[in-house]
């Protein structure tokens, strides 16, 4: 029997794999043209704007380290570690369009030949939430890996993929990997490709401090892009919707409702686009009303107080119940001193538990250090769980 030192990786005349699966060697020889991935990433939306500072501030980062960059692969005497970018932001703030739109923007350029590989992890979906092992499993599938020569176990299979992304790279096709709703580091590391063979997007709405990545952190649009947004999101559904034109004051207002939230945007979009003949008055004065401002935020199965729900699940209790206790302050601010007394908990206690909340971008940080605030929306939202949360106890 083979022992493990004798097990080796080799590339000859084209491309091979050599992996370790049950103490074995074997060697995969993949089709001399290949796209992975391209037909698994999303298309995007056409209603795409208002990032696009965001979105050059990505590229310019992946630029370097792309094909023919400064961080080519093949420079003479060129060896760039790994890239990753983790894009976050709270949920329905665009991370997943952002990395869709930059991703192709990098195919339109031929920075990366090889293609993309795209995966949605459905980290805080407790339904749909993938493991690192089945997306490798479906990483290496879209490599052309026949199904009999992906190993079983998670460690082996994320060393083949590491080798066939490093054997394309140096053949000249280099992949750009984008992995998607990663709720943990530990959810995204097996899938992060190791040397200069990897260049990763990852987006979570959580800050993933761990992975040794460029963080971009995304912020709601600013009240002109949202209401851009909101103005061809309606164009593209009917191109010769003009409500938002012809009535740009209350087109401000929605925006300012919606709290420059892209999703909550899109979600209104979607209901004025169904209705052509809703004036926009109206929907103005439906939103007008805090209590119900969530239930009018919902279209079909989309919703902005569904996607909150699995952001404040993830919570253990203690941040749960700081989460809640936040709106009781009156301010668009708060500070760490007057949050540990809300709390009736020492100032420590009180910073650890404000930089939980702002890691998983349930809050933000303030205008200055140990200051802090909430979205509008997400305020709406923790006051009604505090509420029922007092009418349950």
């Known amino acids: 029997m083979a022992r493990k030192s004798d097990i080796r990786n080799t590339i000859s005349g084209g491309i091979f794999f050599s992996a370790v699966i049950q103490s074995r ?46 961080g080519d692969f093949e420079a003479p005497g060129a060896s760039p570690p790994s ?14 369009e952002l990395a869709i739109q930059a991703a192709r923007a990098t195919l339109d350029r031929g920075w990366f030949p090889g293609g993309v590989l795209f995966v949605d992890l ?20 879209a490599l052309a890996i026949p199904d009999e020569h992906i190993p079983p176990q998670t460690q082996d299979r994320a060393r083949l993929y590491a080798s066939v992304l490093a054997a394309y790279a140096r053949e000249g096709r280099r992949i750009l990997v984008v992995i998607d709703n990663a709720a943990t580091q530990e959810q995204a590391k097996p899938l992060l490709p190791a040397g200069p063979a990897g260049v990763t997007i990852v987006t979570s709405r959580d800050i993933l401090g761990m992975l040794g990545a460029q963080l971009l952190d995304l912020d709601i649009l ?10 061809r999101a309606l164009r593209v559904a009917r ?30 979009a979607a ?12 929907m103005a004065t439906d939103l007008d009303d805090e209590r119900t401002r969530l239930d009018e935020l919902s279209y079909a199965d989309t919703a902005v107080r569904a996607a909150f729900e699995l952001s404040y699940q993830r919570l253990d209790r203690d941040h749960a119940r700081l989460f809640r206790l936040l709106t009781i302050n009156p301010g668009p601010e708060i500070s760490t001193q007057a949050t540990a007394a809300l709390a009736d908990v020492d ?47």
Not at 371 to 387: G, N, T
Request: net charge negative; aromatic share 6%.
């Open 239 to 268: 191109p010769s919707d003009t409500r938002v034109t012809d009535y740009p004051g209350v087109a401000a207002r929605i925006a300012q409702l919606c709290g420059g939230l892209p999703l909550a945007l899109q979600i209104i």
């Open 222 to 231: 600013p009240p002109e892009n949202a209401v851009h947004m909101l103005d």
């Open 83 to 96: 890239m990753v970018v983790a894009v976050g932001g709270l949920a329905g703030i665009g991370k997943t």
């Open 25 to 70: 060697d074997i060697t995969v020889q993949l089709p001399p043209e290949i796209s992975p991935a391209l037909s698994g990433l999303p298309s995007g939306t056409q209603a795409f704007t208002g990032r696009d500072t965001d979105l050059c501030v990505l590229l310019d980062i992946l630029a370097p380290f792309a094909a023919g960059g400064d």
């Open 347 to 393: 100032l420590q206690a009180a910073r650890r538990g404000l930089e939980a909340l702002a890691r998983a971008h349930l809050i933000d940080r303030g205008s200055n250090y140990g200051r802090w605030r909430m979205h509008d929306l997400l305020r709406l939202y923790a006051r009604q769980l505090s509420e029922t949360h007092t009418h349950t106890s």
């Open 271 to 282: 209901l004025l686009s169904e209705n052509p003949h809703r004036p926009l008055a109206e």
């Open 122 to 141: 459905f980290g805080y979906d407790p339904v749909r939430s993938l493991d690192p092992g089945q997306a490798l499993e479906g990483f290496l599938r």
